[in-house]
Antibody, heavy 124, light 107 residues
């Protein structure tokens, strides 16, 4: 079973850039019709989709984040990454990496595998 | 953007009860609707995809229905381990918005 694990700093200062990495194990990031995604959850609140990268490097992100997002894939390391610039306090959240799995034959288009999440606090 | 609205925001029910959670999309999303369960301190888990398809390993007491703009998640006989917050999510178009969540408590 494919597993995902987030890593990165727990505390970042306002106006700085957050960099997170998601390591994929028990499977290749390059195989299958998958889109490697980031989703976040502020404390006590709901889920917000941030964006995704395909295994070919095509990316899409949430327009609400106003182009502060860069998502990339490193197939040689079986990892994908998130960069979020110009951090503010409202970016404080648990950040999850997740696999978006598309299989139209069975009407599947969902986030079927999630990492455990990593808490990021934006504070000086 | 497509807005997803869940109701109720919270509910309390007894073991063995039948529980229904509703999700409404601001425009038609066909059956591009997924349901997730998030237990306290844990990552969300996919329960239902494509509005009514049960994810592998999910107990059959969970079921989904609906199409277009109105969807429901039903738990046929509530169990203590179903204590969680449930989210709907549309996969029809970017951005892939989630509902605000329904917190399910056990009486």
């Amino acid at each position: 079973q494919v597993q995902l694990q987030e890593s990165g700093p727990g505390l970042v200062k306002p106006s700085q850039t957050l960099s997170l990495t998601c390591s994929v194990s028990n499977g290749s990031i390059s195989s299958g019709d998958y889109y490697w995604s980031w989703i976040r959850q502020p404390p006590g609140k709901g889920l917000e989709w941030i964006g995704y990268v395909s295994n070919s490097g095509r990316t899409y992100d949430n327009p609400s984040l106003k182009s502060r997002v860069t998502i990339s894939v490193d197939s040689s390391k079986n990892q994908f990454s998130l960069r979020l610039t110009s951090l503010i306090a409202a970016d404080t959240a648990v950040y999850y990496c997740a696999r978006r799995h598309i299989e139209m034959a069975v009407a599947l288009d969902a986030f079927d595998i999630w990492g455990q999440g990593t808490m990021v606090t934006v504070s000086s | 953007d497509i807005q997803m609205t869940q109701s109720p925001s919270s509910l309390s029910a007894s073991v063995g009860d039948r529980v229904t959670i509703t999700c409404r999309a601001s425009q038609s999303i066909s059956t591009y609707l997924n349901w997730y369960q998030q237990k306290p301190g844990k990552a969300p888990k996919l329960l239902i995809f494509g509005a009514f398809n049960l994810q592998s390993g999910v107990p059959s007491r969970f079921s989904g229905s609906g199409s277009g703009t109105d969807f429901t998640l039903t738990v046929s006989s509530l169990q203590p381990e179903d204590l969680a917050t449930y989210y709907c999510q549309q996969s029809f178009t970017i951005p892939y918005n989630f509902g605000q969540g329904t917190k399910l408590e056990i009486k």
